[in-house]
């Protein structure tokens, strides 16, 4: 296997970007990393983009977006496994480089969510799920989430306000990203007095819908050139899946998926968690973080949520999470949530993190599809 | 709207028709081709008795479409006692008095409608057990 960098990046804020459709918002975002990584053309573009169809209308999205790249002609691929597209995307584009079958990749995540609003939106979240198991019973994504999180706080007891350091802290760095949608500090107080959308889950637990697009181009050593030493690199890539409804997992509480991606992208770098400087996950709520922490080595079970109580999740901890707002603080455009991550990784490997720099070394990136089925989680490397 | 997509998952909604595996034993539902735990093909249709606990529950407020004239609802994850966990909505109870551990038992109600002329979904929810309320 080849290395693989990252020599370009590019992203537009998180919002409701009422005046621009999908194709513009993923189109500019590859005209500035193309420009960012010194090219005019690529290999493949993979877009990773979970809800065009059922929010806008709009299938064959990746033939769509390269046309109005200005890439028409390019081989483009779309990727969907739900919240973890741009996850999905980030791997396909990562195993075309290093496998050698092609040097340059554009990996774009892109979801526009605005053009339609509430039971719709919940509605089309809801297709993450198991349509004939959970959706059909008028469970909403969250309420599944909800599911967990009262469970989990029943077996280790844990209450409400406990999950609020998560939001806390997605909304503190968030405040410094100016690409985030959310940039207001929040407090435990408002949190917990933030009204209910799937009881115990509240409106400041819950990542918001928002309309974005993020690019990464991925090139293989010989193609970085020169850049190679300067640019931020890809040691470990991995994709496992579980089964999609709730009640079909073994344990509930257990993010299996998470747990087998996370073990095999250790092993492709050579480390454990302990070597992990920065963990990009997928705060799509409270719980669903702590989770992550757990399943991924960083606390054990039942602890995550003691671990943010404890402020190890600050940029000042022992395991920095959601460093330019996370989910909850940058806003959660579903299909591009994934790419985002490796994008804020490589600001802040670069050292261009501003006021919210981390000292890191290695950065890790997890995307999560719909309550756990799917998991994907990349490792990054600073460069030299 | 579909019709089809409704029609043939009867057995499963209205009588909690789940399969059993002939090699392992293990008690499925939803029914598969595959036995989760053993690999085994060897399944054979299995009749749920429909009682069982709340494993989970939650309270919807912020609902999908088609389900949004209906909030707040209460829904859980029920522990059959055959086995497997399963969702759904609770019924015929105060959304205060669900708690985890509360014994129900399984009803056939109306799941949704497809607007006011067009077709209504029935299946499973599940109530507290009648004879622990008398």
């Given amino acids: 296997m080849r290395r693989v960098y990252i020599t370009g990046i590019g992203q537009t804020s998180v919002q409701e970007h009422w005046d621009r459709s999908a194709r513009e918002l993923a189109a500019s975002t590859i005209l500035e990393a193309m420009e960012q990584a010194g090219i005019q053309k690529a290999d493949a573009i993979y877009v990773g983009n979970a809800l065009s169809g059922e929010l806008t209308g709009q299938e064959n999205v990746a033939a769509l977006v390269a046309d109005f790249a200005g890439l028409t002609g390019t081989e483009a691929i779309r990727v969907e496994a739900a919240g973890a597209s741009g996850g999905a995307a980030v791997r396909l584009g990562y195993l075309a480089v290093a496998s050698g079958v092609q040097d340059t990749a554009i990996v774009t995540g892109v979801e526009k969510m605005s053009d339609l609003t509430g039971p719709s939106v919940e509605e089309a979240l809801a297709t993450s799920t198991d349509e004939e198991y959970e959706a059909i019973h008028g469970l909403s994504l969250v309420a599944l989430n909800a599911l967990v999180m009262r469970r989990y706080m029943h077996q280790f007891d844990v209450e409400r306000r406990d999950f609020a350091h998560f939001s806390v802290n997605a909304h503190r760095n968030a405040a410094n990203n100016p690409y985030a949608m959310f940039r207001r500090p929040i407090t435990v107080e408002q949190f917990e007095k933030s009204r209910l959308v799937a009881d115990p889950i509240g409106l400041l637990d819950s990542a918001g819908a928002g309309d974005g697009a993020a690019t990464i181009i991925l090139c293989s050593e010989e193609e970085a050139g020169g850049r190679a030493n300067s640019s931020v690199e890809i040691i470990s890539s991995s994709l496992a899946t579980d089964a999609v409804a709730l009640h079909d997992r073994s344990n509930p509480l257990f993010l299996r998926a998470v747990y087998d991606s996370a073990q095999k992208a250790y092993e492709q770098a050579g480390v454990g968690p302990e070597q992990i400087d920065i963990f990009e996950l997928h705060d799509a709520s409270a719980i669903l973080a702590a989770l992550s922490l757990e399943a991924s080595g960083f606390a054990s079970e039942g602890q995550g949520v003691r671990l943010a109580m404890q402020g190890e999740i600050a940029l000042e901890g022992s395991i920095p999470i959601c460093t330019m707002g996370g989910l909850k603080g940058r806003g959660y455009p579903v299909g591009a949530a994934g790419v985002y991550q490796v994008v804020e990784l490589v600001q802040q490997l670069r050292g261009e993190a501003g006021a919210n720099q981390v000292d890191a070394r290695l950065g890790m990136a997890q995307s999560i599809g719909g309550t756990g089925a799917t998991a994907v989680t990349h490792i990054l490397k600073a460069p030299e | ?134």
């Avoid at chain 2, 909030?71 to 759904?88: M, R, W």
Wanted: hydrophobic residues 35%; glycine residues 8%.
């Fill in chain 2, 1 to 134: 709207m579909s019709l089809a997509k409704h029609w043939r998952m009867q057995s499963q909604r209205y009588r909690l028709l789940g399969v059993r595996c002939e090699d392992c034993g293990a008690k499925l539902l939803p029914r598969r081709l595959v036995c989760p735990q053993c690999k085994s093909s060897n399944l054979r249709p299995h009749h749920f008795g429909g009682e069982g606990t709340v494993y989970s529950y939650t309270v919807m407020y912020d609902a999908p479409s088609g389900y949004d004239g209906l909030v707040p609802y209460p829904a859980a994850l029920v522990q059959l006692d055959d086995g497997p966990l399963v969702a759904a909505q609770l019924t015929d109870v105060d959304i205060d008095e669900v708690y985890i551990g509360m014994p129900v038992e399984m009803v056939t109600r109306r799941l949704r409608e497809y607007g006011e002329s067009g077709m209504i979904v029935y299946g499973y929810k599940f109530r507290p057990r009648l004879k622990d309320h008398l």
